[in-house]
Structures are given as structure tokens and as C-alpha cells.
């Protein structure tokens, strides 16, 4: 049976039943410890290279001193790796003053324009790379078709770690996508002012769900973070941001370059359903692998909840949000396949990326630094 699943016609008839607690931040039933985590605001990152020393250096002092952006660092940004960690890390920091922000970082930064000019150039070079690694094309419904068909002999993390991962490697995936999941859904909450009628109707459907339809211990993050728990990571916003390597940190460094540009909102859209597609047959082999290692239920309810709502979620991001959005914008077909193959690249990359450490004659972490023992 779905639960928690609200479609457009039902969004309305459900919200009574799931009326929002009136309770604090971290809900009702939240213990001291999951409050704490949730209050937590992560450090400044080390910096990993020219471009993020740079970034890190302005986000140290104070935003109203006029610093400038430095030119070394802006023709820094245009050496640097597109892919790569020092500008992925550069333009994490960024992005994330739109997020949570960072302790003792002055939240002017987020609008300063010598910070944004310097961003701008990151994004620049992060989208040509994105563009120049995709095949492009405009045919929206044959890019998510393709995605509907699961490789007979697929090989990626999911299955990796159903068939005989270890637990130190599933506790490393779980740090990895924290970046993301601990504010699951925020970066597509940027598209909803940018859309109309059946899509922004559809898209605000899925997000209702995405944040718990209402009740704050059945957001998506909050399960994350139970999940996190459950195998003795630390669950606090941005925990691992420093250990997460650029090839994770470009994944939601793409959801915020989407989410953030007007102009990208098509690109939004079509990541978005790209990710619903293909979260729902990944989940229940991720259930599968926690089960087989002995994470109790509280931890495996992040994927049995996708394995349900995902179902449901792909059908309307196809049919209600990229169908509303092409009926009524058809020029953005493009830009929709970039979203979709734009995923498909990163998550790509994310995937050789920690299977090549893991499977080395020595195995070793895919993090920047081990993480440590459980407590
Ligand atoms: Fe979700
Ligand atoms: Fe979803």
C-alpha cells in the first residue's frame, strides 16, 4: 500500500490527515540528541586548493569589509579541474550560505557580489563541463525512458553492497550521500517561484511529501538522519561535508547551479525526475543490504519509504511536472535532457569513483580520511 504519497488530485484531501505538530524543529518525539544534531551549523571546510583557500579566506572575515574578490583567485577558478576538488569544494561553500550557512561565517557573504562574481566563474566552468560530457539532444521522453530499463547486469553501489558489501563500506556511502540527503529536497524547492500551473502544482505535491507531508519525524532528511544513527555516524548538518570528495560534492553542487538559475530551471525538472526514476529499484536493494547486515528497522525506513513513494514520484515529475512544463515552455526540451543526462554523468562518476577504491587488490576508503570506529 502507499503511504504518504500525494498526488495532485489528493494533496488536498491528505493534508488534514497529516496536519502539521506544532512542536519544535526536530518534532514531538525528538530526543535532546536529535534536536542537537538538528540545531548543529557545520564548520568552514578545509580548503583544497587555490580556488577554495580563496573562498574560505573571504567567508573568515567580515562581509561588509569590502575585500574584493582576489584576481589570482578568479583566474584560479579558470584553471581549475571542472570535476575536481578544489572547485567543487569552492563552490560548495558558496552554496551552502543559501543553505544552513556556516558557524561564525557572517550570512552576508551569501549576497556579496565579489563573492557571486567569483562563483559565476565556477559555474561557468562547472556547466560548460556538464554540457561538453553529455550527449544533448531534445528528446525528453526517450532520455527517461532509457532510464526505466535497469541493466541486466548491473554492477553499481546498490548491488555492490546487497551482495557482499561490508559494513564499513555502507557506512561510508551513507557519509558520502549525507551531504545531500540531510537537506533532502531543498535544492528543488528553488524551482517552485519558476514554475506554473500543473507543474508547479505537481512539483509542490512531491516536495509535500519529501518533507514529511506536515510532520517533521517523516521528512526524508529525518529518516536520513535516523539512518545515520542507526550505524553510529554522526547525523549533524554538514558532519562530513569535509570528508565528502568532489565527486559526490558535484552532485549537489549541480542541484543548487539548477535550482539557483532561473534560466536552468528546465535542467532542474529534468534532474529531479531523473532522480525519482531511478531512486525506487536502488532503495530496495539499499533495504536489502542493511537488512543483511544487521541495521535495524529505524535505519532501514529511509529506503522502504523511497521504495513506495518514488513509485509514485516518477510518474508525476514525468507525467504532471516535465509534461506541464514542455506543454507550456517546449523550448526548454533541451534543457531538460541536460538535467537527466547531466544526473546520469555524475551519479556515474560518484559510482567508479568509491567501487574502484573499494574493489583495489588493497581496498581503501572512498572518503577524503577514514571515517572513525563507531562509538
Ligand atoms: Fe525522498
Ligand atoms: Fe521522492
Redesign the pocket.
Known amino acids: 500500500m502507499i503511504r504518504n504519497v500525494i498526488t495532485p488530485t489528493t494533496a488536498n484531501a491528505s493534508h488534514g490527515a497529516n496536519a502539521p505538530h506544532a512542536a519544535g524543529a526536530a518534532g514531538a518525539g525528538a530526543t535532546a540528541a536529535e534536536a542537537a544534531a538538528e540545531a548543529a551549523i557545520p564548520s568552514l571546510p578545509e580548503p583544497r586548493g587555490p580556488v577554495s583557500e580563496a573562498v574560505v579566506a573571504l567567508l573568515a572575515g567580515d562581509a561588509s569589509s569590502g575585500t574584493g574578490q582576489p584576481a589570482e583567485a578568479s583566474a584560479a577558478a579558470r584553471r581549475a579541474d571542472p570535476f575536481g576538488d578544489d572547485l567543487h569544494l569552492a563552490l560548495h561553500a558558496c552554496y551552502e550560505l543559501h543553505y544552513q550557512g556556516f558557524r561564525d561565517v557572517d550570512p552576508g557573504w551569501e549576497w556579496d557580489p565579489s563573492l557571486l562574481a567569483l562563483r559565476a566563474e565556477l559555474e561557468r566552468a562547472f556547466l560548460a563541463a556538464l554540457r561538453a560530457e553529455t550527449p544533448g539532444g531534445d528528446d525528453v521522453q526517450g532520455v527517461l525512458e532509457e532510464l526505466l530499463v535497469e541493466p541486466v547486469n548491473a554492477t553499481g553501489i546498490s548491488h555492490h553492497l546487497r551482495r557482499n558489501g561490508e559494513m564499513w563500506q555502507l557506512r561510508e556511502y551513507v557519509a558520502h550521500r549525507s551531504v545531500y540527503h540531510l537537506k533532502e529536497a531543498d535544492p528543488h524547492a528553488w524551482a517552485i517561484p519558476r514554475l506554473r500551473g500543473r507543474a508547479k502544482a505537481a512539483l509542490v505535491a ?1 516536495e509535500f ?2 518533507f514529511g507531508g506536515g510532520r517533521p519525524e517523516r521528512m526524508h532528511a529525518r529518516l536520513f538522519a535516523d539512518l545515520m544513527e542507526e550505524v553510529g555516524l554522526d547525523s549533524s548538518y554538514g558532519a562530513y561535508f569535509g570528508a565528502a570528495p568532489a565527486p559526490m560534492l558535484a552532485i549537489t553542487n549541480m542541484m543548487s547551479l539548477f535550482g539557483l538559475h532561473r534560466a536552468l530551471r528546465g535542467a532542474l525538472v529534468g534532474h529531479f525526475a531523473a532522480a ?1 526514476i531511478t ?1 525506487a529499484p536502488g532503495a530496495e536493494r539499499f533495504a536489502r543490504a542493511l537488512r543483511r547486515l544487521g541495521v535495524g528497522e529505524r535505519g532501514v525506513r529511509f529506503f522502504t519509504e ?1 521504495v513506495e ?2 513509485a509514485v ?1 516518477e510518474q508525476v515529475l514525468r507525467r504532471d511536472v516535465v509534461g506541464g512544463l514542455l506543454a507550456g515552455e517546449p523550448r526548454l526540451a533541451p534543457d531538460v535532457v541536460l538535467g537527466v543526462q547531466a544526473t546520469g554523468l555524475l551519479e556515474e562518476r560518484f559510482e567508479a569513483h568509491v567501487l574502484d577504491r573499494w574493489r583495489a587488490p588493497v581496498p581503501r576508503t572512498s572518503l577524503r580520511r577514514p571515517l572513525p570506529r563507531p562509538a
Open positions: 512531491v511529501d519529501e525519482e531512486t523511497h513513494a518514488d514520484h
